[in-house]
C-alpha cells in the first residue's frame, strides 16, 4: 500500500512540475505588435487624417440638410467636443518619432512628417477649441507628466508655423536625395507633392489668423505669406488639382454613399441640398451644381433659365418641413449619377489647389503681399471646375459672368462666395471656419436651431478635462473666457 | 431528572482527566483495553465515517475509518464522546463490554445544524464566524428556471439574481453588490456560464457572502462565493436508490409586454406612401411611426395590386391590419426537464449516475434549446485509510437557432413594437420569399432595414453546440487519526462551436458580414481550459479536551488557457442559400485570439474551538500570479473570524435557544485579470494594434492609449462584519443578521487621463469604494402539529457603495465625487425657472442645461423575499414573494417608443389636432408650454454647474410645436427617461402531494413520491411606467430590450425507489 501511494505522489508532483510555465512566457500577448517600422503607424495616421464626405460637418457647412430628425440634422445644438480624434494621432506621431529614430536614416523622412502631423493636428485642434495642451502635450509616458498645460492660441500657432517650415526644408533635401516614403496612399512617396502640402497647410493656416496679422509681430503672418507668394521655388504650393491632397476612395475601402449591395436608390428625400448653397449657385447660375445636384422634380422649368429648378432646404427650417417640401418635389438632391457610379466615388479632397488659390488671392487683397488677385480668383474657380469636369468654355462663361471686383470688400466678398462653393462636400470644417472668420456667406438661422437663434463658434473643451485636467482648463477658461466654457465664447483667434 | 447528575458527572470526569493526563498517565495506560465499535446514523442507519471519538478519560482520541468503525483504548468508568458535525454529540460510560455500538442522532436546526462552508468544509453553524447561507437543492428542481443559478432568486439575503427573460439568457448573480461571484462545486472552482450546472445533481448550494469565507479560493472570491455540493450515493436496503424527478411547465401569459399606439402608421409629418420600399416613395423606408392616420384613406401600399395598364401600384385602404402583431408573432414556451439518478453504497465505495435532459422551447418563433448533463460520481475506500474520489459531469448544450432581442432587427421587439406600425397583418408576411426568389429576395413591407421577423426566425439561425466539461480525481491519505494527507485535481474546460446565417437580403445590422443585405456566414469556435491541482495535509486535535484545534496546509497551481477562432464571409454568399465560408464573395476575414496564465498558491487555515462557545478561525493565503509584474506578482492575505456561543456562556432565559455573535475580517488580494474577459489578461507592455488598411495595400498600426504600470500591486478588498444570529423556542423561530463594510480597493483601473498627455488612461491602484450594507433573515414555524405545519422565513438586505478615493489626487470620477454614492445617477435636465417649470428655447423645445444633474440613485434601497410553507398531512403549499424597492433607472423601451411614434401615449389629443390641420397653411403645431421661454442670450455655465454668466432674456412662451417634435425631444429626454425601478413578483406558488407512507410502504417499490403543481413568476407588480419591461432582469442604471415576459405553469413529479 505504501509503495502504491508513493508512486502516486511522485506521478502528481510531476504532473505538476511539468504544467508549470515560466512566468516571463506568459507576460507577451502573442499577437500584438510590440516594435513596428514606422511607414506602419505612418499609414495609421494617414487614416485619421481625412475627414470623410457627406458628414454631419458638411450641413454645419450648410451644403447639406438632413430632414430626418432621427438621424440628427443641422440644429447647431452641440456643447462640448472631443480632444480623442486629434491627440490619439499625436500620441502615434509621438510613436512614429520614437520608431523612426530606432530606424537610424532610413527614419528620417518619418520624423519630418511627423512635424507636418504635429501642425495639422495641433492647428486643426486649437481651431475648434481655443488653447490647447501643446508644449507639455504627449508627455505622459515620457516625462510622466499627466496634467499639461494649456499653450494659447497665439503660442500654438507660433509653433505650428516653425514646425511647417522646417518640414519644408527637410523636404527639399530629402527630395532631392531621393529618400523614400513608404506606406503612403495619398501621394505614393512623391515627395515634392507632400512638400507643396506642407506649404499649402501653412498658407491655410496663415490666412486664418486673418484677424490676427496685424497684432502679432511674431507670428510674422503678412511677411510669411509674402514668401510664400513670392518664391514659389523655396515654397512650392498646391496650385493645380494634380497635386491635391485627397483622397481616393477604392472598392475594398468605399466611399460613403455607396451602398453595399451595389443597388443605389436615386431618390432620397431625407438628405437634400442647402439653401444657402444652392441659393449662390441659382444666382451665380454656376454650372457646377448641374453636376452636384439634380433639380427639384415639382418646380416647373424654366425653358430661359436651367438653374430656376434647384432650390435647397433652409438649415434653419424645422425638419418636418424640410422633410414634407423634399417630399412633395420642392427640394433638390444630390446627382446620383455623378457621386455614386462606383464603389470608388468620388475623390474627397482635404486641402486642394482651389482652396490654395483662393488664399493667396484674398492675402492679396487685403494688401499683405503684391500680386494678381484677380489670377489666383480665377485660378480658384477653374480648379474646381475642372474637378467637376467642367468645359473650359462653361467656366470661361463663368468667369466672364463673375469678374474680380479688385482688391477691395467686394473683391474679398467675392472670393470668399467662391471659397465657400469650392469648399462644396470637401475639406471638412474649413467652410464653417472660414464663415466664422469672414462671415461670408451668411449662414441661415431658424427655428430648427437649438442654440437660441445662434451660430456657434466653437467647441466647448471635452468634459473629461474637468475631471483629468482641471486645474490648467480653469487658467485656461479664466484666461480665454473669464471661465465660461460654451460653444459660443469668442477665441483669441476670430476676435 | 437522570440528565443533571450525569452532566455533573462529566464535568468532574473531566476536571479528573485532566489530572489523570498531566500526572497519571503511566498508570492509566496501564489499566487499558481497546473498546472497538461502529458508529451510525440514528436515523438512515448508514455507519458514519471520520466520527470523533474521544475517552474523556483520557484524551485519547480516535476517529471512525470509511465503515464507521473505530477502536479506542478504554477502561471500565471511563466516559466516552462520540462527536460529528451535525449530529448531536453522544456521550456513554464504558462498562465491561468489549464493543460498543453508537448510533448518533442528527442535530436540531439552527444549534449544530451543519453549513457548507469554504472549501467545502463543513461546519456547524455556531462555529463559523461570518455570513453563510445554505439553500437545499431538493427545494428548486420543482418548479424550475431553466437554469439552476435563476433559481436562486429571492432565497439568499445579499444576492440578487437577474433572470433573463431572453431564451437561454444568462442569468446576472451580484452578491452584496459585487459580480463575478465565484462558483464553486465540490471543492473546485468551475468555470459555468450557469447552464452546466445540473440543479437534480446538487444537494445544497452555499452561499458566503462576504470575503472572507472566500479569502481561501483566492482572488476569485473575493466577491464571495456559492459552494455548490452535489449529491453523494446514498445506501438503501435494496443496495441501490433510483431517484426521479420530471417536470414540465407551459410557458405563457405575459408579466410585462411592450404596448404601441394602434391609431397612426408608418411614414413622418403624417406623410407614407409606398412605392418599392428603398426609398423610393414616401418614407417608405427605414421609417419611423410618425404617419398617416388609419382612416380608411386610399394609399398605396405593399401588398397594393399592381394596375396592368401603368404598371404603378392601387392604393387601398389604410387601415390598422396588425394590432395584434407581436402577440400574433410570439408563441407559447415550453419547459421541459427529466432526471433519474441511480446511486448505491457499500463498505467498499459508493457510486451515483445521473442523466439529466433539459429540453426549452422560445417563445419567439423555432427557437429552443437543449441541455443534457451527465453526472458520475463516486468513492474507493482502498483500506481504512486511503480513499479515492472522483467526479466527472459531462454538459452539452446545444440550440439550432436562439433568438437574440438586443436593438436590432433581428429582434421581434425592435420589429413589432419600436419600429412597427400596424398597417400590415403580420400573418400576411408569413411566405417570406418573394415568388421564384427562394434564398434571394425577401417579401415584406420594407427592404432596407426592417427584415420580415419570420425569415430572421426561420432562416438568420444561431446555432450553438458547447460541450463541457468539469470533474476531479482527489486521494485522501489518512498517515494518522490526527494527520492526512490529500491530492486532488480538478478540470473544468468546454469547447463550443457557433455559427450565423444572414439570408441575402437581409438587412440584419448588428451582424458584421461586410455588407447590407448581401448575405453571409460566420463561424466561432472557442474553448476554455482551467485545471487545478492541489496537495494538502490536515491536522485534528484537541488539547485539554476543550480546546479543539483543526489546521490545514494547501499548495495549488491554477493554468488557464483560452483559445478562439472566428471567421466570416465577406461582401456576400456566391450561391445563395448557401451556408459555408467557402461559399463567400470576398475572401473570409478571420480572426483569432489567445490566453495562458497560470497562478500558483500556499495557503491554509487554523480552526481553534473553545468548549463549543468560542470559536477563532484564521486564514492565509499567498498567490503568484503570471498576469501581474513581475517584482508584485506575489502578495499575501489573511482573514479572521470570530464566533461566541452566548448561549452556551451565560445562562439565558429559556426561550433563546441559542444567541451568537460574530466578526470577521478579511482582506483579499487580486490579479487583474477579469474572470468574464479572460482573453484580456496581457495587460503589462504596451503595444500596437491594427488601425485599418487601405486598398488591402497599406497596413496602419496605433499604439495603445493605455500606460500600463510595472509598479502595479494587487487589488484588494477588506471586508469586516458583524453578525448576531439567534434561535428561540428550541429553535422554532431564528434571526440571523449581518453588518458589513467593505472597502473596495484600491483597484487595478485604467484611470482616465486627460488624452491630450498622449495617454487616454493609467493603470493605476486606484478607486476604492465604500460600501455598506445589511442583511437581515428570520425564519420560523408558528405551527408545528403533527398534521399542519407552517413554516415562515424572510430575507432582506441592502447595500451601497460610496466613492472613497480616486488616486490621491482627483476629487471626482465621471460625475461622481468623493464622498457621493456610487450609483448617483445622473442627467442633464432641462432649465428651469424658479417654479420649477421648464423653460423653452427659441424653438419651443425645452432648453436644457449645460451641465448634468444628479436625480438620485440606481441602486434599489431594500431587497425583500417571503417564503412561506405550508403543510396540511400529506399536501404542502408554499408559495414565495420577492421585491426589489426603491432607486431610478432608465426606461429605454418606452423612450425608444417615443421617438419611433409607438409609445401608446403617444396617440392623444395633441398628435390628432396636428393630424387634422395637417395641411393647413401657417400651422405650427399643438403644443406649447404655458412657461418662459428664451428670447436671446445664453445660460453660461462650467460643466459643474457654476454659472458664470447668464445673459438669458425670457418672455412668456408663445410658440408652437408640432407633437411629432415635442414627443421626440421631451419624451426622450433623460428626465422622462427616468423611472422608479421597483416591482415584486410571485416567484412561486407550488402545491405538492406527497403520498403517504402507508401507500408507499404497500407498494414496496417506492421510497418516496410526489406530484406537485408548480407556478412560477406568476404575478409582477410595479409602477405604472415600468410595466412594459421585467425589472428582474436589470440590476444597472440602464434597462435594455428584452423577450416578453412570461408566466410558467406544470407539474412535477418526483420519486425515489
Redesign the interface.
Known amino acids: 500500500?505504501n509503495s502504491k501511494?508513493i508512486v502516486?505522489?511522485s506521478a502528481?508532483a510531476c504532473?505538476?512540475w511539468t504544467?508549470?510555465?515560466k512566468?516571463?512566457d506568459?507576460?507577451?500577448?502573442?499577437?500584438?505588435?510590440?516594435e513596428?517600422a514606422p511607414q506602419?503607424?505612418?499609414?495609421?495616421?494617414?487614416?485619421?487624417a481625412y475627414d470623410a464626405p457627406w458628414s454631419e460637418d458638411q450641413r454645419n457647412n450648410q451644403y447639406m440638410t438632413q430632414n430626418?430628425?432621427?438621424y440628427s440634422g443641422q440644429?447647431y445644438g452641440w456643447?462640448?467636443g472631443s480632444?480623442?480624434g486629434p491627440?490619439?494621432a499625436?500620441?502615434?506621431v509621438?510613436?512614429m518619432e520614437i520608431e523612426a529614430q530606432k530606424a537610424g536614416d532610413l527614419g528620417q523622412v518619418y520624423l519630418t512628417m511627423a512635424k507636418f502631423f504635429k501642425a495639422y493636428f495641433y492647428a486643426r485642434t486649437t481651431e475648434m477649441f481655443g488653447d490647447?495642451?501643446m508644449s507639455e502635450?504627449?508627455?505622459?509616458?515620457s516625462e510622466d507628466?499627466?496634467?499639461?498645460v494649456y499653450d494659447t492660441q497665439q503660442t500654438v500657432y507660433g509653433q505650428v508655423l516653425s514646425w511647417l517650415e522646417e518640414a519644408n526644408t527637410e523636404l527639399a533635401n530629402q527630395a532631392a536625395n531621393g529618400v523614400q516614403l513608404e506606406?503612403?496612399?495619398f501621394y505614393d512617396g512623391d515627395l515634392n507633392k507632400w512638400r507643396k502640402l506642407v506649404n499649402s497647410f501653412k498658407l491655410r493656416v496663415l490666412i486664418s489668423l486673418s484677424k490676427r496679422a496685424d497684432d502679432t509681430p511674431d507670428l510674422r503672418v503678412k511677411e510669411r505669406f509674402a514668401e510664400l507668394l513670392s518664391d514659389q521655388s523655396q515654397y512650392p504650393l498646391i496650385l493645380t488639382n494634380a497635386d491635391n491632397f485627397q483622397l481616393q476612395y477604392?472598392t475594398?475601402?468605399m466611399y460613403p454613399l455607396w451602398?453595399?449591395?451595389g443597388?443605389v436608390?436615386k431618390?432620397?428625400?431625407?438628405n437634400t441640398l442647402g439653401k444657402t448653397y444652392v441659393d449662390i449657385m441659382r444666382e451665380n447660375q454656376d454650372p457646377r451644381i448641374l453636376i452636384q445636384a439634380w433639380p427639384a422634380s415639382a418646380i416647373p422649368d424654366d425653358p430661359n433659365n436651367s438653374y430656376a429648378r434647384y432650390r435647397g432646404g433652409s438649415t434653419g427650417d424645422?425638419q418636418?418641413t424640410l422633410?414634407?417640401d423634399a417630399?412633395d418635389g420642392l427640394l433638390s438632391m444630390i446627382n446620383f449619377d455623378y457621386w455614386v457610379t462606383g464603389p470608388s466615388g468620388i475623390p474627397a479632397i482635404q486641402l486642394g489647389a482651389s482652396e490654395v488659390n483662393f488664399c493667396l488671392a484674398e492675402g492679396i487683397n487685403r494688401g499683405w503681399a503684391d500680386g494678381d488677385a484677380a489670377g489666383y480668383y480665377q485660378q480658384g474657380i477653374i480648379q474646381s471646375m475642372e474637378f467637376y469636369g467642367i468645359s473650359k468654355a462653361d467656366y470661361d462663361d463663368f468667369l466672364a459672368r463673375h469678374p474680380y471686383s479688385g482688391d477691395n470688400a467686394e473683391g474679398l466678398n467675392q472670393l470668399l462666395v467662391q471659397k465657400y462653393v469650392a469648399f462644396f462636400e470637401n475639406s471638412g470644417k474649413q467652410a464653417f471656419f472660414e464663415q466664422r472668420r469672414t462671415g461670408v456667406p451668411v449662414f441661415a438661422v431658424g427655428?430648427?436651431?437649438?442654440n437660441?437663434?445662434?451660430i456657434p463658434v466653437r467647441w466647448?473643451y471635452?468634459?473629461?478635462?474637468?475631471?483629468?485636467?482641471e486645474a490648467n482648463l480653469?487658467e485656461a477658461?479664466q484666461r480665454q473666457?473669464?471661465?465660461?466654457?460654451?460653444q459660443?465664447?469668442v477665441m483669441w483667434l476670430i476676435k | 431528572m437522570l440528565v443533571q447528575p450525569r452532566i455533573l458527572g462529566y464535568k468532574l470526569g473531566a476536571m479528573l482527566a485532566l489530572l489523570l493526563l498531566t500526572t497519571l498517565h503511566l498508570v492509566v495506560h496501564a489499566q487499558t483495553k481497546n473498546v472497538k465499535g461502529r458508529v451510525t446514523d440514528a436515523q438512515t442507519e448508514e455507519t458514519l465515517p471520520g466520527v470523533t471519538v474521544m475517552n474523556k478519560s483520557t484524551g485519547k482520541v480516535v476517529s471512525s475509518d470509511q465503515q464507521g468503525n473505530f477502536e479506542i483504548p478504554a477502561s471500565a468508568g471511563d466516559s466516552l464522546q462520540a462527536m460529528f458535525i451535525g449530529y448531536e454529540t453522544y456521550r456513554l460510560a464504558v462498562g465491561t463490554q468489549q464493543t460498543v455500538n453508537i448510533t448518533l442522532r442528527p442535530a436540531q436546526k439552527g444549534l449544530q445544524e451543519v453549513v457548507v462552508t469554504a472549501l467545502g468544509i463543513k461546519k456547524e453553524r455556531q462555529a463559523v464566524g461570518y455570513s453563510v447561507q445554505e439553500v437545499k437543492g431538493e427545494t428548486m428542481v420543482k418548479a424550475r428556471e431553466p437554469n439552476a443559478v435563476a433559481n436562486l432568486a429571492g432565497r439568499v439575503s445579499g444576492l440578487t439574481i437577474t433572470p433573463s427573460t431572453n431564451l437561454f439568457g444568462n442569468p446576472g448573480i451580484t452578491l452584496r453588490g459585487r459580480s463575478n461571484v465565484l462558483i464553486v462545486v465540490d471543492g473546485m472552482p468551475v468555470n459555468t456560464d450557469s447552464w452546466n450546472l445540473s440543479p437534480d445533481d446538487i444537494e445544497s448550494y452555499s452561499v458566503l457572502k462576504g470575503a472572507n469565507a472566500a479569502a481561501l479560493y483566492g482572488n476569485r472570491g473575493q466577491n464571495g462565493a456559492i459552494v455548490i455540493t452535489t449529491k453523494r450515493a446514498a445506501a438503501r436496503d435494496k443496495g441501490f436508490q433510483v431517484e426521479f424527478n420530471s417536470s414540465t411547465q407551459l410557458q405563457t401569459g405575459y408579466n410585462a409586454i411592450p404596448k404601441y399606439q394602434t391609431e397612426y402608421g408608418p411614414g413622418?409629418?403624417y406623410?407614407y406612401a409606398f412605392v418599392?420600399g428603398?426609398?423610393?416613395g414616401?418614407?417608405d423606408n427605414d421609417y419611423?411611426i410618425w404617419g398617416p392616420r388609419f382612416e380608411g384613406q386610399l394609399i398605396t401600399q405593399y401588398n397594393s395590386p399592381v394596375d396592368p395598364e401603368t404598371g404603378e401600384l392601387i392604393p387601398i385602404p389604410w387601415i390598422a391590419r396588425g394590432v395584434d402583431n407581436l402577440k400574433t408573432f410570439l408563441e407559447n414556451g415550453l419547459l421541459s426537464t427529466n432526471n433519474i439518478a441511480i446511486s448505491t453504497k457499500n463498505d467498499k465505495g459508493d457510486f451515483r449516475m445521473s442523466v439529466s435532459q433539459m429540453y426549452q422551447k422560445g417563445t419567439t418563433p423555432n427557437t429552443k434549446i437543449g441541455g443534457t448533463n451527465v453526472n458520475l460520481s463516486g468513492g474507493i475506500n482502498?483500506?481504512s485509510k486511503?480513499r479515492f474520489d472522483g467526479s466527472i459531469n459531462y454538459n452539452k448544450q446545444y440550440s439550432p437557432n436562439y433568438p437574440l432581442l438586443q436593438y436590432g432587427p433581428q429582434s421581434p421587439i425592435y420589429i413589432l413594437t419600436l419600429w412597427g406600425g400596424v398597417d400590415y397583418d403580420i400573418n400576411d408576411l408569413r411566405n417570406y420569399w418573394q415568388p421564384g426568389k427562394e434564398n434571394v429576395q425577401q417579401y415584406n413591407r420594407e427592404y432596407t432595414i426592417y427584415d420580415n421577423p419570420w425569415m430572421t426566425a426561420y432562416e438568420s439561425l444561431h446555432t450553438y453546440d458547447k460541450d463541457d466539461i468539469y470533474g476531479h480525481v482527489m486521494?485522501n491519505?489518512k498517515i494518522t487519526d490526527k494527520l492526512s494527507f490529500n491530492?486532488r485535481?480538478s478540470v473544468s474546460t468546454w469547447h463550443r462551436i457557433q455559427t450565423l446565417k444572414i439570408p441575402i437580403s437581409a438587412n440584419l445590422y448588428n451582424y458584421d458580414i461586410?455588407?447590407?443585405?448581401?448575405g453571409g456566414y460566420q463561424e466561432t469556435y472557442d474553448t476554455f481550459w482551467e485545471?487545478n491541482?492541489e496537495?494538502s495535509l490536515k491536522f485534528t486535535d484537541r488539547f485539554f479536551t476543550d480546546l479543539g484545534f483543526n489546521a490545514s496546509l494547501f499548495a495549488n497551481?491554477r493554468?488557464v488557457g483560452v483559445k478562439s477562432l472566428f471567421s466570416r464571409t465577406d461582401?456576400?454568399l456566391t450561391v445563395p442559400g448557401v451556408y459555408d465560408l467557402s461559399n463567400s464573395v470576398m475572401p473570409t476575414v478571420s480572426t483569432?485570439?489567445?490566453?495562458?496564465?497560470?497562478v500558483?498558491s500556499v495557503y491554509g487555515f487554523v480552526d481553534l474551538d473553545y468548549k463549543s462557545m468560542l470559536y477563532l478561525s484564521l486564514t492565509g493565503r499567498v498567490d503568484?500570479s503570471?498576469?501581474m509584474p513581475?517584482k508584485n506578482?506575489t502578495y499575501f492575505y489573511p482573514s479572521a473570524s470570530l464566533s461566541a456561543v452566548l448561549s452556551e456562556m451565560v445562562e439565558l432565559p429559556k426561550v433563546i435557544s441559542m444567541l451568537k455573535v460574530r466578526g470577521a475580517y478579511a482582506d483579499v488580494a487580486s490579479d487583474f485579470v477579469d474572470e468574464t474577459n479572460q482573453y484580456n489578461i496581457?495587460k503589462?507592455?504596451?503595444?500596437?494594434?491594427?488601425?485599418?488598411?487601405?486598398?488591402?495595400?497599406?497596413?496602419?498600426?496605433?499604439?495603445t492609449?493605455t500606460?500600463p504600470n510595472p509598479d502595479l500591486v494587487a487589488e484588494r478588498v477588506k471586508t469586516f462584519e458583524l453578525g448576531l444570529e439567534a434561535r428561540f423556542w428550541d429553535g422554532r423561530l431564528g434571526f440571523d443578521a449581518a453588518v458589513f463594510r467593505n472597502l473596495e480597493g484600491p483597484r487595478i483601473i485604467d484611470l482616465?487621463?486627460?488624452?491630450?498627455?498622449?495617454?487616454?488612461a493609467?493603470q493605476i491602484n486606484g478607486l476604492t469604494l465604500l460600501r455598506k450594507g445589511f442583511e437581515f433573515t428570520v425564519d420560523g414555524t408558528p405551527i408545528a402539529k403533527p398534521d399542519f405545519s407552517w413554516n415562515v422565513a424572510v430575507n432582506a438586505s441592502s447595500n451601497h457603495a460610496w466613492l472613497h478615493d480616486v488616486d490621491g489626487v482627483?476629487t471626482?470620477?465621471?460625475n461622481i465625487h468623493i464622498g457621493e454614492r456610487w450609483d448617483s445617477y445622473y442627467i442633464r435636465d432641462f432649465q428651469r425657472d424658479e417654479n420649477g417649470e421648464i423653460i423653452v428655447?427659441?424653438?419651443?423645445?425645452p432648453?436644457y442645461n449645460?451641465y448634468m444633474s444628479r436625480m438620485g440613485y440606481s441602486d434599489n434601497d431594500l431587497n425583500i423575499s417571503l417564503n412561506n410553507a405550508f403543510r396540511y398531512k400529506t399536501w404542502t403549499l408554499s408559495f414565495m414573494i420577492d421585491a426589489r424597492l426603491g432607486g431610478l433607472v432608465n426606461n429605454v423601451q418606452e423612450a425608444k417608443q417615443w421617438?419611433s411614434g409607438t409609445a401608446p401615449g403617444s396617440a392623444n389629443e395633441y398628435r390628432l389636432k396636428d393630424w387634422q390641420n395637417r395641411d393647413m397653411e401657417g400651422y405650427a403645431g399643438s403644443v406649447m408650454t404655458d412657461g418662459l421661454k428664451?428670447v436671446?442670450?445664453?445660460l453660461?455655465?462650467?460643466?459643474?454647474g457654476n454659472i458664470?454668466?447668464d445673459t438669458r432674456e425670457f418672455a412668456p412662451n408663445d410658440?408652437p410645436v408640432?407633437w411629432?417634435?415635442w414627443a421626440?425631444n421631451y419624451y426622450q429626454s433623460d428626465y422622462m427617461k427616468t423611472q422608479d425601478r421597483s416591482f415584486a413578483k410571485l416567484r412561486e406558488v407550488m402545491i405538492t402531494y406527497s403520498f403517504p407512507n402507508e401507500w408507499i410502504n404497500r407498494t414496496k417499490f417506492f421510497h418516496t413520491a410526489s406530484v406537485s403543481l408548480v407556478g412560477r413568476n406568476l404575478l409582477y407588480i410595479t409602477g405604472k411606467s415600468t410595466r412594459n419591461v421585467d425589472l428582474d432582469q436589470f440590476i444597472g442604471a440602464s434597462t435594455d430590450y428584452q423577450t416578453p415576459s412570461v408566466k410558467s405553469f406544470g407539474l412535477n413529479l418526483n420519486a425515489t425507489f
Open positions: 500500500m501511494i502516486l505522489i502528481l504532473l505538476v504544467s508549470c510555465k512566468i516571463e506568459l507576460q507577451q500577448d502573442p499577437a500584438a505588435v510590440y513596428p506602419l503607424i505612418f499609414t495609421g495616421l494617414l487614416m485619421r430626418e430628425a432621427y440644429s456643447t462640448a480632444f480623442d491627440y490619439g499625436l500620441r502615434d509621438n510613436r490647447i495642451p502635450a504627449i508627455k505622459g509616458e507628466n499627466f496634467q499639461p506606406g503612403d496612399f477604392n475594398i475601402n451602398p453595399s449591395d443597388i436608390v431618390r432620397d428625400i431625407r424645422l418636418s422633410l414634407k417630399g427655428p430648427a436651431n437649438a437660441n437663434n445662434e466647448a471635452p468634459t473629461t478635462e474637468y475631471s483629468t485636467n480653469k477658461l473666457f473669464s471661465g465660461s466654457d460654451t459660443n465664447d | 413622418s409629418n406623410e418599392d428603398r426609398g423610393g414616401t418614407n419611423n482502498a483500506g486511503l486521494m491519505y491530492a485535481t461586410g455588407g447590407s443585405r448581401v485545471n491541482t496537495a497551481l493554468t461582401r456576400g483569432n485570439d489567445q490566453a495562458k496564465r497560470q500558483g503568484k503570471s498576469t513581475i506578482n496581457y503589462l507592455l504596451p503595444f500596437y494594434s491594427n488601425y485599418g488598411r487601405w486598398e488591402n495595400t497599406y497596413t496602419g498600426v496605433t499604439y492609449g500606460l482616465t487621463t486627460t488624452v491630450t498627455s498622449g495617454v487616454n493609467r482627483q471626482r470620477y465621471g428655447g427659441t424653438n419651443g423645445l432648453a449645460p421617438s428664451i436671446s442670450g445664453q453660461n455655465t462650467d460643466q459643474d458664470i454668466s410658440i408640432l411629432q417634435s421626440t
